[in-house]
Every structure is written in C-alpha cells, then in structure tokens.
C-alpha cells in the first residue's frame, strides 16, 4: 500500500537499475509512465523499461460526497463513453504493463515486437471550465505535439485511444480537441 516502494520493490526483485517511480497523474498515469520509459530508453537512462498503471478501490472515497469526486459518478453506474446518453464515470480496478526496448535492440535480440511507439507527448490542462471540463487547446496542442515528434500525418492513423469520460461535457471537449488537432 505505500505507492512510494512500489517501483523500486519490482527492481529489488528483479535486480533492475535505472530510474524506478510512481507516477500518479490520476487518469493518465499509464500513458505518462509509458512516456517517461520511452524517454528514459531515448536520453540512455536504461536499455529497456516496464511501464504500466495499477489502480485499486480499497475504500468508498471516490463516490463519498465528502470527497467532492461524486459529482462524476454515473447515477445508474453505467459508463457511456462518447455517447448521447452518458451522464458520468464509474470507477474500476486493474493492472497493466509494457515491456520497452528499443526498437534496434528488440530487433538485434530477436523479441516478439506487438507495437512500435514513434512519439509521445504529455501536457496538462491548465486552467479550464473546471475538474470535469477539460482544456480543447491544450488537448488539441498535445496531439500535434505527439505528431509532431512521431514525424507522421494525423490522416495515416487508424485508431486512437481517448480518455472518453463518460461526461456530456468532458467528452464533448475531448472530441473537440482531436477535431481541432
């Protein structure tokens, strides 16, 4: 339970060197590790990385009025991402990990190669309409900014992973963004 040994605990095990953190940037934390690996494998921190997201519901806080997050809690527990019924989030637990090499290395060793990352690009909002409402600028600016890097069209892509709140508003602004970008 202490996030903080988490990461340095799977190194300890597996007798891994270079940076090991936590990083918690709540919905994006998954995607800001897998960022911060592939940065690390491009600056030489490391020949190779695990980046993955683990979340886990131990109490009722979320949905607690105290705690001000029940505002984006689905009234019917159902999460309608991306469409005209959605009317909030649900929470959920899970684990997930990558692998990360790069790409000479996973070739030169022979490894199972299921995906190749050719840029990535992270930001925060800043100020916007509030917690729910994201910023359709920094969201647009941040894709551009991942094309950018990765040096490919927008129109060659054939599939995007969206955060996809579940929120009338928040997913609106979403899709705004990527219209934009």
């Given amino acids: 339970s202490y996030s903080c040994i988490l990461a340095n605990r799977i190194s300890y095990i597996f007798n891994l060197h270079g940076p090991a953190m936590v990083i918690d940037t709540a919905c994006s ?3 800001v590790a897998i960022h911060q690996a592939c940065m690390a494998l491009c600056r030489e921190e490391c020949d190779m990385a695990i980046a ?5 519901i131990y109490s009722s806080w979320f ?5 001000g997050l029940d ?17 909030g989030t649900i929470g959920g637990e899970g684990v997930a990990a990558i ?12 490894d199972n190669i299921h995906a190749v990352i ?14 729910t409402a994201p910023n359709p600028g920094a969201q647009e600016r ?15 892509l054939s599939y ?14 979403e899709i705004t963004g990527l219209t934009n970008a």
């Fill in 160 to 173: 995007i992973e969206a955060h996809g709140t579940g929120t009338p508003i928040g997913d609106s602004i």
């Fill in 71 to 87: 505002m984006f809690q689905s009234p019917d527990s159902l999460l309608r991402a991306f469409d005209k019924k959605a009317n």
């Fill in 99 to 110: 692998f990360l090499k790069p790409l000479k290395k996973a070739l030169l060793d022979r």
């Fill in 29 to 31: 934390s998954g995607a």
């Fill in 118 to 131: 050719l840029g990535s690009a992270i930001n925060n909002d800043g100020e916007s309409n509030g917690i």
């Fill in 63 to 67: 949905a607690d009025e105290q705690s």
């Fill in 142 to 156: 941040v894709l551009v900014s991942a094309w950018e890097r990765a040096g490919i069209k927008p129109e060659s």
């Fill in 52 to 56: 993955g997201g683990v979340n886990v």
